[in-house]
C-alpha cells in the first residue's frame, strides 16, 4: 500500500521558517507528481504547491508564492516544502499527496494523502 508521512511542522513565530518532509513507501515514488495541501479546521483543504514527477515543473498558490519552495529527492523518496516568511495566516495542518496523473492544483487529481502535520505560526 502507498503510505505518506509527514514531518516537520511546530510552532514558529511569524517571520520565521518551517521546512516540511513527506517521506513515501509502496510506491515508484518518481513516478508520482507530488502535492501539498494545508487545511484549517472548519474550512475546506486548500492547494499550496505541486511538483512534478521529474521536478522540473512546481506550480504555487498565489498565497506563497516568493515565500515557499517545494523540491524533491527522488533517490530519498521524499518531497519537502521549504516555508519562509510564515504568517499566521498560514497556520493550518498540512498535507502531501501523490498524483499519478501528473502536476495539479485540485484535490481529486491526488489519489494518496498523507495524515499531516499542524504548523502554527503564533507570537
Known amino acids: 500500500q502507498v503510505q505518506l508521512v509527514e514531518s516537520g511542522g511546530g510552532l514558529v513565530q511569524p517571520g520565521g521558517s518551517l521546512r516540511l518532509s513527506c517521506a513515501a513507501s509502496?510506491?515508484?515514488?518518481?513516478?508520482?507528481?507530488m502535492g501539498w495541501f494545508r487545511q484549517v479546521r472548519g474550512t475546506e483543504r486548500e492547494f499550496v504547491a505541486a511538483?512534478?514527477?521529474?521536478?522540473?515543473?512546481?506550480i504555487y498558490a498565489d498565497s506563497v508564492k516568493g515565500r515557499f519552495t517545494v523540491s524533491r529527492d527522488n533517490a530519498r523518496k521524499t518531497v519537502y516544502l521549504q516555508m519562509n516568511l510564515l504568517k499566521p495566516e498560514d497556520t493550518a495542518v498540512y498535507h502531501c499527496?501523490?498524483?499519478?496523473?501528473?502536476?495539479?492544483?485540485?484535490?481529486?487529481?491526488?489519489?494518496?494523502w498523507g495524515q499531516g502535520t499542524q504548523v502554527t505560526v503564533s507570537s
Open positions: 499527496a501523490a498524483s499519478p496523473s501528473g502536476i495539479a492544483r485540485t484535490p481529486n487529481e491526488f489519489s494518496y
Open positions: 511538483i512534478a514527477w521529474s521536478g522540473g515543473t512546481t
Open positions: 509502496g510506491v515508484t515514488f518518481n513516478r508520482y507528481a
